[in-house]
């Protein structure tokens, strides 16, 4: 099977096998991680409750956990919702939101990567590049620094054993064998919020529906490149919208549009 058969073969799973996702996220992008699960046919359910982590982990196809918004008790969901996904073998992605802003954020994902199994990474250009030690910067949860994007996914996937995504101009991805650039999609992106809480849950609905954790990452940042180029861009507001109708036609047609999106590189990061 070539790339982009393989590619477009785990995106119509989510259409097929409607997968659950158990977000464990933030309440300033919760809404709109919920519609596009619901635009691309994926299930989506947001239980912040700690006391219903276990049981809902147990229920679902992936967890996607975004540090967004950390408050005492959603760290403690996350714990549960980690120890009950190693217990059952359930696919976790991780979105490491702010990374490097606080020390509570770091501290929280360190201890995440270093006790549970995490099947994707996915966080912009600086969360990523501070996770890997590199230098980066951060505004808030924003990136405002730049790092080598390709070294950071590669030392990082290399030494978690995990598949890292790190999106930015150009959006790069690891196994930690090899690293591959995605093009494409909109500058509009810096302009909305949850755009990059939305990749999130889109990585989890391919990787709850493949289980195939490099095909996700890379078709869920082609899928939101696509999306984001299609939207009608008369402002940010009809944006934002427009992406969400952009996925639910890609969930009927395929991503289509591959090639020249997808470029390995020629040489290990290092």
């Known amino acids: 099977m070539n790339v982009p058969e393989r590619l477009n073969q785990c995106w119509s799973k989510v259409a097929q096998k409607k997968p659950l996702v158990y977000h464990v996220t933030n309440f300033v992008a919760a809404p709109y991680q919920a519609d596009l699960c619901l635009a691309i046919g994926a299930s989506p ?33 996350i714990r549960t919702a980690m120890k009950t996904a190693a217990d059952t073998g359930t696919p ?80 790069y991805v690891s196994d930690g064998n090899k690293v591959l650039e995605v093009h494409g999609g909109s500058d509009m992106m810096q302009s909305i919020t949850a755009g990059g809480c939305a990749v999130g849950s889109l990585l989890a609905a391919i990787l709850g529906a493949s289980g195939d954790a490099l095909a996700a990452a890379i078709a869920g940042l082609i899928a939101m490149g696509i999306a984001s180029e299609r939207a009608i861009e008369s402002g940010p507001g009809s944006f934002k919208t427009s992406i969400i109708d952009q996925l639910y036609g890609m969930s009927k047609t395929g991503l289509g549009e591959i090639e020249g999106r997808l470029r390995l590189q020629d040489r290990i990061a290092g």
């Open 92 to 171: 976790v992605v991780l979105d490491p939101v702010g990374y490097g802003a606080t020390a509570r954020r770091i501290a929280l994902v360190d201890e995440i990567l270093q006790r549970y199994p995490v099947a994707i990474v996915k966080g912009n250009s600086a969360e990523i590049a501070l996770m890997a030690g590199c230098h980066g910067g951060l505004r808030g949860v924003d990136s405002t620094g730049m790092c080598r994007s390709d070294n950071a996914v590669f030392r990082l996937a290399r030494k978690y054993g995990t598949v890292v995504a790190a999106t930015g101009k150009v959006d």
């Open 45 to 77: 359910i947001m239980a912040p409750s700690e006391e219903e982590a276990s049981e809902m982990v147990q229920a679902a196809d992936v967890v996607l956990v975004n540090i967004g918004t950390p408050t005492a008790q959603s760290m403690e969901t």
